[in-house]
């Protein structure tokens, strides 16, 4: 059964049908050739679904959709500007920066990517920054979309791994990996933009970046910076559950964007509602049918005969950590982070607990991995939202990106081998 499955995976792949369908359809074809009933199949998708931590994913979107129709974007961008745009490359600096505070609010990598690019790279173009370099720091710094709390595929991963993890710990988790990977893409920004003399042009008079104080650009955007204080703080102090704090987070984006700031009106947020379905109906199908696929993998004992193969290569975890990098560096090339994580977590994380590495260890080092994926052709989501804003061919962005990738592979490895890195927060909250 599982030659069976695979086999039409990978033609479906082939032939371009949608990820989550040609898992779902190599699924049932394959139980149906080993006599299961077909409703089974049905049964195994509702139970993927039949949680209650689930609806975080719902809340979360929409929380993060309110805040972009609320004109926070602008707000971000001009504090960030106001703290870091005066150093050599300032404004590509902006953009990661502001994408770090985004990705406070968002949990969504592609949202990151829309929000903050369609304003900084017209606006880094202005400034003298070539237009291929500009739409490369924008596709790269989206990212922290995903790595930064709250994280949509950090609560993908909580749910799918088979063993029991904290959502809030994943979370607190990958702050400090996520500041690391900004830290380390503004370093690069820096000394790439000093080196070629990019965004010299700091004279130009433009309203796509507003020049403000810090305690100005402060005060007009601490609302929104305070969010993900909200969402952490509640969690961890016992308030409320993730999926709860997604829900007090639409509520809080709601009151600042219809009272405080009033820019929220019926048409946005009826904006807000239809995006929000659309991406939770995405996500949601591919949980499905991921949940599916996993079962048939799960029935056939191929997470059994995974832990086998690689306890049988080496028995260090060192080893261990090396190949699943470059697996998941690879998976993250051609599939969804969400089918990945559905798919893999719940066969790899396992396996890395026999090898004495923390689930929750693992769990970020799965999702960072998977984040570069999402700067990688062919199916790299980031390149493809930041070069339709660009109006670039992603090809275009390929030799700009190349020291970025560099700069991540690092972080991936100090990540995988630093434990303290994702660890250190969470075990001192306790």
């Not at 988790?173 to 965004?199: E, H, Q």
Request: aromatic fraction near 10%; glycine fraction near 8%.
């Amino acid at each position: 059964m599982v030659a069976l499955l695979f086999s039409l995976l990978f033609i479906l792949f082939a032939i371009g049908f949608p990820v989550a369908f040609s898992m779902g359809f190599s699924s049932i074809f394959a139980m149906t050739s080993a006599d299961i009933p077909a409703q089974v199949a049905v049964q195994r998708i509702v139970a993927s679904l039949n949680s209650f931590p689930l609806m975080a994913i719902p809340f979360f979107i929409l929380a993060g959709n309110l805040m972009e129709h609320s004109g926070i974007s602008q707000r971000l961008i001009n504090f960030a500007n106001a703290l870091v745009g005066k150093l050599t490359g300032g404004l590509a600096i902006v953009s990661v920066m502001t994408a770090m505070f985004f990705a406070s609010i968002s949990g969504s990598s592609a949202a990151t990517v829309a929000a903050v690019g369609g304003i900084l790279i017209p606006a880094m173009v202005k400034r003298g920054f070539p237009k291929n370099f500009a739409t490369s720091v924008q596709a790269a710094s989206g990212e922290l979309g995903v790595i930064i709390p709250p994280s949509i595929p950090m609560i993908i991963f909580a749910l799918s791994a088979g063993v029991s993890i904290s959502i809030g710990d994943l979370f607190m988790a990958g702050v400090i990996p996520g500041v690391l990977v900004a830290s380390s893409l503004m370093l690069l920004i820096f000394f790439i933009s000093k080196k070629k003399g990019y965004g010299l042009n700091t004279g130009v008079n433009d309203d796509l970046v507003i020049q403000e104080g810090r305690l100005v650009s402060f005060r007009k955007a601490i609302l929104p910076l305070l969010m993900p204080f909200l969402i952490l703080g509640g969690i961890y102090g016992g308030i409320f559950t993730p999926t709860e704090a997604a829900a007090v987070a639409v509520a809080y984006a709601f009151i600042v964007g219809s009272f405080i700031y009033k820019s929220l009106n019926l048409t946005n947020i009826m904006s807000a509602l239809k995006s929000s379905a659309l991406s939770t109906s995405i996500i949601m199908i591919i949980i499905g049918n991921a949940g599916l696929f996993g079962w048939v993998l799960t029935a056939e004992k191929i997470p059994d005969k995974v832990a086998e193969f690689f306890l049988g290569i080496s028995d260090s975890p060192i080893v261990y950590l090396i190949l699943v990098n470059v697996l998941l560096l690879l998976v993250g090339m051609f599939l969804e982070t969400g089918a990945a994580i559905v798919i893999l977590a719940p066969i790899l994380t396992p396996v890395a607990m026999s090898f004495g590495i923390d689930p929750i260890h693992f769990g970020i080092i799965m999702i960072v991995n998977l984040a570069v994926g999402m700067l990688t052709p062919p199916v790299g989501v980031n390149l493809f939202v930041a070069s339709s804003i660009a109006g670039l061919r992603i090809e275009h962005l390929l030799k700009p990106l190349i020291p970025f990738y560099v700069v991540l592979l690092i972080d991936i490895l100090l990540i995988s081998y630093i434990p303290e890195i994702s660890l250190w927060l969470p075990n001192v909250l306790k």
